[in-house]
């Protein structure tokens, strides 16, 4: 199982962008997809999660700038991040709560290798 991002860059600040990012491989399912975002002598955040159901919770400073969603069929899933400061500059980092296999149930936390996400003043 792989998790693949995109979409970062250098925006401006006002800016918006959309990341992504695809699970494949083999498995049967996938619960929570997240995205963390970690700043440059910061810990490791979480920006957003949404459920297989399409539930979703975000961190209060983005709270009303980003948006989280998910395609199941395309096992993917997307952060829009509107109205961008700088102080959201960071990799941003997707992972997925993964279903690998059956009786018994095991999952497991995959993690994709972050894209850089730089706001300019």
């Known amino acids: 199982v792989q998790l693949q991002a995109s979409g970062g860059g250098l925006v401006q600040a006002g800016g918006s962008m959309r990341l992504s990012c695809a699970a494949s491989g083999t498995f049967f399912s996938i619960h929570y997809m997240h995205w963390y975002r970690q700043a440059p002598g910061k810990q490791r955040e979480l920006v957003a999660h949404?459920?297989?159901?399409?539930?979703?919770t975000y961190v209060d400073s983005v709270k009303g700038r980003f948006t989280i969603s998910r395609d199941n069929a395309k096992n993917t899933v997307y952060l829009q991040m509107n109205s961008l400061r700088p102080e959201d500059t960071a990799v941003y980092y997707c992972a997925a709560d993964i279903l690998v296999s059956r009786s018994p149930d095991y999952w497991r936390d995959y993690w994709g290798p972050g894209t850089q996400v730089t706001v300019s003043s």
């Open positions: 949404v459920s297989s159901d399409g539930r979703t």
